[in-house]
């Protein structure tokens, strides 16, 4: 069966620090893969598109990378704030169909000042 | 920016009665879904829509039902609300593939049966 796993427990780090959390996936075969921000109590919020053909995204102080032979996806916020504490999910395609997301259950990051 | 509104923040309702769910977006985007998040589960789609009167089942459609007879406005539809639909419910809308598209989300309904 298709399978996203993003690690469920909380990722704890100091303020300035990079963080990397971690997106794996099982039965897919992704052309591109998109990452969320979460904040409690609301709606997911888009951050970066990254295709196969890719291999890295960068966007301010998000980078994002996507290994198609290791079926993962690692997602880095580099000189980390308080501010950037949320969770944070990785989407790809439902089932190959090309407007339908299937979402990880999300990994929440915590910045410690 | 495209906004998408969800009529209510929080909703309390009994076992059997009939819910609505509104959504509406402003920015005349073709898709939009419903999801709920459940804590453990992550994420699931209920329903996708890509038109008007257009659906799609997702992968947790048996006992809701949708509507879309405007392009800005999906509901969703409890036919009979059960105790194992409370949960978190999101609307999202996208513009069109979600190989070049994110999704913009709503800030959810919080929806209690009781």
């Known amino acids: 069966s298709q399978k996203i796993e993003q690690n469920s427990e909380a990722l704890n780090i100091q303020e300035g620090k990079t963080a990397t959390l971690t997106c794996n996936y099982t039965?897919?075969?992704?052309?591109?893969l998109q990452w969320y921000r979460q904040d409690p109590g609301r709606g997911p919020v888009f951050l970066l598109l990254i295709r196969e053909n890719e291999k890295e995204k960068r966007k301010e102080r998000l980078k994002v990378t996507f290994d198609t032979t290791l079926k993962q996806s690692l997602f880095h916020i580099t000189a980390s704030q308080p501010a950037d504490s949320a969770t944070y999910l990785c989407a790809l395609v439902h089932n190959n169909a090309g407007n339908m997301l299937t979402f990880g259950g999300g990994t929440r990051l915590m910045v410690k000042p | 920016d495209v906004k998408v509104t969800q009529s209510s923040r929080y909703l309390v309702k009994r076992t059997g009665e009939k819910v609505f769910l509104e959504c509406v977006q402003d920015m005349d985007h073709e898709n939009m879904f419903w999801y709920r998040q459940d804590p453990g589960l992550g994420l699931r789609l209920i329903y996708f829509s890509y038109d008007v009167k257009m659906k799609e089942k997702g992968d947790i459609p048996e006992g809701y039902s949708v509507s879309r007879e405007k392009k800005e406005r999906f509901s969703l539809i409890l036919e009979s609300a059960s105790t194992n639909q409370t949960s978190m419910y999101l609307c999202?809308?996208?513009?069109?593939?979600?190989?070049?598209?994110?999704?913009?989300f709503g800030s959810g309904t919080r929806l209690t049966v009781v």
């Open positions: 039965n897919y075969s992704p052309a591109y």
């Open positions: 999202a809308s996208s513009l069109g593939d979600s190989s070049n598209y994110g999704y913009t």
